[in-house]
């Protein structure tokens, strides 16, 4: 158990809402991802963080940002959500001396209205 | 560019029988290889991993898989496999040259018949 949570578990709203996903970690690891999670296309990185506000964009970055004020919460906000925003979202993280290997979240069902 | 084709969208196995999923992979340096599993409505849970040495490395579950650098690939197997394993199943690529950032495929369903 690598110690990640995720809030909220499910969420429904409606397009143009602001939405945040939170990423919670009790073991102090260094580096923390967002993924998400669709049909036919796996999971796709969107942002991923190497420290306390040192974040950077993934492949599918668009409409999406993040914060990380402190090492244990990584937060995923959608500003203004739209439908093809509706996804499964996972956190993940890198545990250290093996920085590639990652550990995944339960995931956040969202859908956008 | 780093990226994984699994062929198979999806594969039908009967209980006790052996299974192959396909993973073919882009890498430009050395790559470090993970098989994950992911049970209906759960998160990802990892199976094995290949970072170097022996080409064929054991997993949890009774799980192998065999990295071949000459064909690019990275297949899992398993001689026989059990209701249980019904999931999807994940192959992925990284490694140091693209900060340690993983490409995913887009997984393959197995089904297992009774």
């Known amino acids: 158990d690598a110690g990640i949570t995720q809030s909220p578990r499910h969420k429904v709203t409606e397009t143009g809402t602001p939405v945040t996903l939170r990423c919670h970690q009790t073991e102090n690891h260094r580096y923390m991802y967002w993924y998400r999670q669709d049909p036919g296309h796996g999971l796709r990185l969107i942002h991923y963080s190497y420290g306390v506000k040192d974040t950077d964009k993934g492949e599918v970055s668009d409409g999406y940002s993040v914060s990380r004020s402190k090492t244990e919460d990584f937060l995923l906000t959608l500003e203004s959500a739209t439908s093809s925003q509706t996804s499964v979202y996972f956190c993940a993280i890198s545990t250290p001396g093996q920085l590639v290997e990652q550990f995944f979240g339960p995931g956040t069902r969202l859908t956008v209205l | 560019a780093q990226s994984v084709t699994q062929p198979d969208i999806h594969i039908t196995v009967s209980e006790g029988a052996s299974l192959e999923l396909r993973c073919n992979y882009s890498?430009?340096?050395?790559?470090?290889l993970f098989w994950y599993v992911q049970s209906p409505g759960q998160g990802l849970q990892l199976l094995l991993k290949?970072?170097?040495?022996?080409?064929l490395v054991q997993g949890i579950k009774g799980f192998e898989a065999e990295f071949k650098r000459s064909q690019s690939s990275f297949n899992l197997r398993k001689p026989s496999v059990h209701w249980s394993d019904a999931a999807e199943y994940f192959c992925?690529?990284?490694?140091?040259?693209?900060?340690?950032?993983?490409?995913f495929g887009a997984g393959t369903t197995v089904t297992v018949r009774a």
């Open positions: 290949y970072f170097s040495g022996d080409t």
């Open positions: 992925a690529v990284g490694g140091r040259s693209n900060d340690y950032k993983l490409s």
């Open positions: 890498y430009g340096a050395t790559p470090y």
